[in-house]
């Protein structure tokens, strides 16, 4: 997978459950909180876009878990993305830093809604250019 992004995070203690694991609704936080940090590296404010009436939200998301994160595991949330039609898709995969063994893999997909409706996104067609593959 070529990914264009990649974030360093490090898992804190209250994000486990009674099994000393990362609870799986974290592993959503951190897939958005890369999303949103990828975002803000290319110049484009997250609250920003909603003033002007601008919403990307996730339409479906998908989920493979392969190996849990315990706390204080470092890891690294990686991402490459495409379009398909109006939807953006996120290739979002977490590798445990100490091994580099996948923690889990997901698939996101977002779509935009602008001043209420779903639409195609001019600005997130222009932003994103440069990291799709264009063959």
């Excluded at 009674?18 to 958005?32: C, D, F, K, P, S």
């Excluded at 110049?43 to 994160?69: C, W, Y």
């Excluded at 109006?86 to 445990?96: E, G, L, M, P």
């Amino acid at each position: 997978m070529d990914y264009i992004y990649e974030l360093k995070m490090k898992v804190r203690d209250y994000e486990c459950d009674l099994q000393g694991i990362v609870n799986n609704a974290n592993y959503q936080h951190y897939l958005e909180h890369t999303r949103h940090e990828f975002l803000s590296s290319t110049g484009v404010s997250f609250a920003a876009l909603h003033e002007q009436g601008v919403d990307p939200v996730v339409a479906r998301i998908n989920m493979a878990f392969k190996t849990p994160l315990k706390s204080g595991d470092e890891f690294v949330s990686k991402l490459a993305m495409k379009k398909e039609g109006i939807k953006y898709v996120f290739y979002q995969d977490i590798f445990r830093a100490s091994d580099n063994k996948v923690a889990i893999k997901a698939v996101v997909e977002t779509v935009c809604v602008v001043n209420g409706r779903l639409s195609d996104s001019e600005l997130f067609d222009n932003v994103f250019a440069p990291y799709l593959d264009h063959e």
